[in-house]
């Protein structure tokens, strides 16, 4: 992955257009949401990005726990930002925050190793709908607003024994569903393995909104949207 692709740069502060951002989204991730069109009114750069810009500045570490703060729109400048607690936050000129990242244990700072981590990773998180949600929708007969789905990247995780690793996957190993009302929180857990060798593990959750009863017609149709989105765009 050529992350200047994706980001454009200068000497402390970095910014997306919708371009980037979206051929992102389609290329890297596999995630056809509509939110991440270049013509989207509600346009949102992907929080997968913004993880892997933070990986390729700051390095990565064996514990990090990363939090979404907010959506970031594209032309707005942005840099990272000390904390009180010796951690990093992405934030624009008006001091406002949308990612949070607090590391600890050994670091790399091997760039391409690094984003050989962070392409399996944005490749595994793209897959989560229909691949993942949808079974949990059913299990506990809900679902989004087809009109409105509303998933919200709420934070991830990484645990990882050691960084010496060469050609690392990423693969799920466990997903659940809390359901409050009309909202839901989704827990994913997933292994970096290198080879057959699992050599950490990780946590992403999600926050879903405006949940109802689940209706196998509409999900039906909410996949066809998404798999002829891909088609039409990939």
């Not at 980037?20 to 596999?30: E, L, M, R, V, W």
């Not at 032309?75 to 600890?104: P, Q, R």
């Not at 017609?217 to 949207?225: M, R, S, V």
């Amino acid at each position: 992955m050529q992350l200047s692709q994706y980001v454009s740069t200068r000497e402390n502060t970095f910014e997306f257009s919708r371009e980037q951002a979206s051929q992102f989204a389609k290329g890297i991730a596999d995630d056809f949401n509509p939110i991440h069109d270049i013509d989207a009114k509600r346009f949102c750069v992907p929080g997968d990005l913004l993880f892997t810009v933070a990986l390729s500045q700051l390095g990565l570490q064996q514990k990090m726990h990363i939090r979404f703060a907010d959506m970031v729109n594209d032309g707005i400048e942005l840099h990272f930002a000390d904390t009180e607690d010796s951690g990093k936050e992405i934030h624009d000129g008006n001091g406002k925050c949308y990612l949070a990242v607090e590391a600890s244990g050994e670091r790399s700072d091997d760039l391409a190793r690094n984003l050989k981590l962070a392409e399996q990773y944005v490749a595994f998180s793209g897959k989560t709908f229909p691949h993942v949600l949808v079974p949990l929708w059913k299990e506990k007969n809900v679902m989004v607003n087809p009109a409105r789905p509303l998933v919200i990247y709420q934070s991830m995780t990484l645990d990882i024994d050691h960084l010496d690793f060469e050609n690392p996957t990423v693969e799920l190993c466990g997903s659940s569903l809390e359901v409050n009302g009309k909202r839901g929180n989704v827990r994913l857990q997933f292994e970096f393995k290198d080879g057959d060798r699992v050599f950490g593990r990780g946590e992403k959750r999600m926050v879903l909104s405006g949940l109802k009863p689940y209706e196998q017609t509409a999900i039906d149709g909410l996949i066809e949207f998404y798999d002829q989105r891909k088609i039409e765009l990939a």
